[in-house]
Nanobody, 115 residues
């Protein structure tokens, strides 16, 4: 059974940084392309980032490009998302997922950007 557990969310000030983690189990982590998606209040699910299985290629949505960095540790079965230069628009529940549309995702972790 695929299990994805996000953590690391919280309150961050505008311009601040935060690192999210996603602990995974139940599938061959090191061979799986993984993604981050998010859902802001009252909005649809939004794709944020995808990282390849080796962790040496990643892609980002226009709204986060240049500010967010996805990475992974295949030895620890853990996916990360580093948020830099946070803006109020980054406030959302963040999910890790095995699909880019977020159909197979964890329970999420709340990120709130506020002063």
């Amino acid at each position: 059974e695929v299990q994805l557990e996000e953590s690391g969310g919280g309150l961050v000030q505008p311009g601040g940084s935060l690192t999210l983690s996603c602990a995974a189990s139940g599938f061959r982590f090191s061979r799986t392309v993984l993604s981050w998606v998010r859902q802001a209040p009252g909005k649809e699910l939004e794709w944020v980032s995808t990282i390849n299985a080796a962790g040496d290629q990643s892609w980002y949505g226009d709204s986060v490009k240049g500010r967010f960095t996805a990475s992974r540790d295949n030895a620890k079965n853990t996916l990360y998302l580093k948020l830099n230069s946070a803006t109020i628009e980054d406030t959302a529940i963040y999910y890790c997922a095995t699909t880019t549309d977020g159909a197979n995702r964890g329970q999420g972790t709340q990120v709130t950007v506020s002063s």
